[in-house]
C-alpha cells in the first residue's frame, strides 16, 4: 500500500504549535496571491515569528568582539541576525522553542544590540512570550485597558490576596471579574503563551515526521554549557596573555 505522504505532511503541520503553523499560512497565502496576482493582507506584518530583526551597530561590535562575555545563545541570534533570518527560521535553525527564541531577542533589545520593532505590537509580544513582561503589562501595550485600569487591577488583586490567601486570584482573572476584558481574549492570550513553549523538529522526512516531545535535549544543553564554559575560561587566559605582553611593551 502506497504511503500517503501528503496525509503525513498535512498531519505534521496540525501537530505543529501555532507560531508554525501561522507562517506557513502566511507563506502559503503569499505564494498562491503571486500566482494568482492577488493583494497581500498587510495584517501579516504583525505576525510576530514572521518579523525579521536588525542588528545596531552596538550589537555588530559585540558580535565582533565579544567584550560582555554574553550566553553563548545570544552570540548565536546575533549570527543568526546578520544573516537576514525571520524570527521562525533562527527558531527551528537552532532547535529552539518560540518562548527561549524571544527570551533571547528581547535580551538583545534591551541591551540595545537589536532594533526596537517599530510595530508596538510585534515588540509587546517579543517581551510577552520571552518572559519578560506580564499578562496586566501585555494587555496594556495592546491598548486593552490603560495605565489607570491596570493600576486598578494590580491594587484589588492585592488588596483580595491578603483577604483571601487561601484563594488568590491570577492577574487574569482580576481583569475578568472587573469587565476589563473579556473571556475568550485572555484565552487566547494565554493559548498563544502556551503553544510558544512547544518545541518543533522539522524532519526531511516525512515518512518518519519527527515530534518536538519525543526529544531529550538535556544532553545537548550540557554540552553547550560545558563548551560556553571552556570558551570563557580560554578568554580569561587570552586576556591575562595580553595584559602581561603590555605590560612588557610599556616597561
Known amino acids: 500500500m502506497a504511503q500517503n505522504n501528503l496525509g503525513i505532511l498535512v498531519e505534521t503541520i496540525f501537530n505543529a504549535p501555532l507560531w508554525v503553523q501561522e507562517v506557513i499560512f502566511v507563506d502559503l497565502r503569499r505564494n498562491l496571491e503571486e500566482k494568482l496576482k492577488g493583494v497581500t493582507n498587510s495584517a501579516e506584518d504583525e505576525i510576530y515569528p514572521t518579523y525579521i530583526p536588525q542588528l545596531t551597530f552596538k550589537g555588530k561590535k559585540e558580535l565582533e ?42 535580551e538583545c ?50 488588596q483580595y490576596n491578603e483577604e483571601h490567601p487561601e484563594a488568590p486570584k491570577k492577574i487574569g482573572e482580576m481583569l475578568l ?38 526529544v531529550d535535549y538535556s544532553e545537548l544543553q550540557q554540552k553547550i554549557q560545558k563548551l560556553t ?13 595580553f595584559n602581561i605582553q603590555n605590560k612588557k611593551q610599556q616597561n
Open 109 to 158: 533589545i534591551k541591551m540595545e544590540y537589536i532594533k526596537t520593532p517599530e510595530s508596538p505590537i510585534l515588540c509587546a509580544g517579543i517581551f510577552y512570550i520571552g518572559g519578560e513582561i506580564r499578562l496586566g503589562e501585555y494587555i496594556k501595550r495592546l491598548n486593552m485597558i490603560n495605565i489607570e485600569q491596570l493600576d486598578d487591577v494590580l491594587r484589588k488583586q492585592k
Open 177 to 214: 471579574s472587573m469587565g476589563y476584558v473579556a473571556n475568550k481574549d485572555i484565552d487566547k492570550i494565554l493559548y498563544i503563551k502556551n503553544e510558544a513553549k512547544k518545541r518543533f523538529i522539522l524532519s526531511n522526512d516525512f515518512r518518519s515526521p519527527a515530534k518536538a516531545e519525543s
Open 65 to 106: 568582539t565579544h567584550d560582555h562575555n554574553l550566553d553563548f545563545n545570544i552570540y548565536k541570534y546575533l549570527t543568526a541576525v546578520t544573516q537576514g533570518l525571520r524570527v521562525i527560521d533562527i527558531t527551528l535553525n537552532n532547535f529552539w522553542t518560540l518562548e527561549e527564541s524571544s527570551k533571547y531577542l528581547a
Open 229 to 241: 564554559q571552556e570558551n570563557n575560561l580560554l578568554k580569561d587566559k587570552l586576556r591575562a596573555i
